[in-house]
Nanobody, 123 residues
Framework: QVHLVESGGGLVQAGGSLRLSCSGS????????VGWFRQTPGTERKFVAG????????SYGDSVRGRFTISRDIAKNIVYLQMNSLQPEDSSIYYC????????????????WGQGTQVTVSS
């Protein structure tokens, strides 16, 4: 199992940008599929973005495609989520996740996740 710590959340105006970071540790992190989901208390978890373990495939949720970009720095064990053109509906707690495959992340079957970082977009 891996340990994940998110950072980079905050308050931003609509149309602005934020970059979230996820620092990972653990024996398998460098080869795990990684990604992000978001959830506010009392609502359903939503897949945001994911990347396969080899970095060759990425996947995005419909509401963020074209605005968000996932990337990773293997050497630093960090996964990033660049969020552009943010809208109030993007406000949520964002969680980093890791698992055996991108498909597993897309379907909510991930193995590890962090404590989350709050993103608030004002109108």
């Amino acid at each position: 199992q891996v340990h994940l710590v998110e950072s980079g959340g905050g308050l931003v105006q609509a149309g602005g940008s934020l970059r979230l970071s996820c620092s990972g540790s653990g024996r398998t992190f460098s080869t795990d599929a990684v990604g992000w989901f978001r959830q506010t208390p009392g609502t359903e978890r939503k897949f945001v973005a994911g990347m396969s373990g080899d970095g060759g495939t990425t996947s995005y949720g419909d509401s963020v495609r074209g605005r968000f970009t996932i990337s990773r720095d293997i050497a630093k064990n960090i996964v990033y989520l660049q969020m552009n053109s943010l809208q109030p509906e993007d406000s949520s707690i964002y969680y980093c996740m890791a698992g055996n495959s991108l498909r597993q992340l897309e379907t909510g079957g991930f193995v590890s996740w962090g404590q989350g970082t709050q993103v608030t977009v004002s109108s």
